[in-house]
């Protein structure tokens, strides 16, 4: 978040009018990081430094989240479900009101974000940003190179052709009639992966989010979340 003078901030969150809070500033009321300011021309960033007046945290009304979360199977990506299933806002307990970015559907798992930035949402959503968004995928039948070629291409699925992706074959297992691969795209069309491998004659059997942009799932089992780092956010942006 851009830096911003100090007694706007104070005023914003409710610690008095602007002109009070330039006062308390040069009264010696306020500390940032616990030192006491009085310049006026001083700025602070809301999202990284700790104000206090009079000994009293200024909790930052307008403080911008970004959540990570491992979005386990079964769940559905929206804020409020209307036939009352499991939704990934019950496995986010933030005080911020946070959205999705972008959708998982319900048999899909891994990397979900979540935010109360509405910029942040467009960046990452809108195909002309170009973020990667990673999945390793299981399918039905032996995929061959042939069909590899085609998705990395384009494919239609259904009045929409894909934008080229990358498609990287990991494992095929002829017993089980399986094959898996790792695919990377940038769009975000509605079960676009599974369409994907469908319109080549592959039904998907397990589809899982590796990552989003710099952002993976290391370190996160299914259903728990983090805070995304600075630079992670930055990186994104």
Do not use: W
């Not at 989240?65 to 806002?89: C, E, H, S, W």
């Not at 399918?139 to 990287?168: F, M, N, Q, S």
């Not at 039904?203 to 899982?208: A, E, S």
């Amino acid at each position: 978040m851009e830096e911003e003078r100090l007694q706007k901030y104070l005023a914003n969150n409710g610690v008095g009018s602007r002109r009070k809070c330039e006062q308390y500033i040069l009264d010696g009321r306020v500390m940032v990081n616990g030192i006491i300011i009085r310049e006026l021309g001083t700025k602070i960033n809301p999202d990284e430094d700790q104000v206090y007046f009079d000994g009293k945290k200024v909790e930052n009304k307008n403080k911008k989240v970004y959540i990570l979360l491992n979005k386990p199977i079964g769940y559905v990506t929206t804020v409020k479900d209307q036939f009352n299933r499991d939704a990934v806002m019950d496995l986010v307990k933030v005080q911020e009101r946070v959205v999705p970015v972008g959708r998982l559907d319900m048999y899909t798992s891994g990397a979900l974000i979540l935010t109360n930035d509405g910029d942040f949402v467009y960046k990452c959503t809108h195909p002309k940003h170009e973020i990667d968004k990673t999945y390793t995928v299981t399918l039905k039948g032996i995929i061959t190179k042939e069909e590899v070629d085609k998705l990395c291409t384009g494919v239609d699925i259904g009045g929409y052709v894909t934008r080229p992706a990358k498609v990287k074959i990991l494992k095929t297992d002829f017993e089980k009639d399986i094959s898996r691969l790792e695919i990377v795209i940038h769009e975000g069309k509605n079960r676009q992966v599974k369409k994907m491998f469908e319109s080549v004659g592959h039904p998907v059997k397990r589809l899982h989010r590796i990552s989003v942009g710099c952002v993976n799932l290391k370190g996160l089992r299914p259903g728990e979340y983090r805070r995304l780092k600075p630079q992670e956010v930055k990186d994104l942006k």
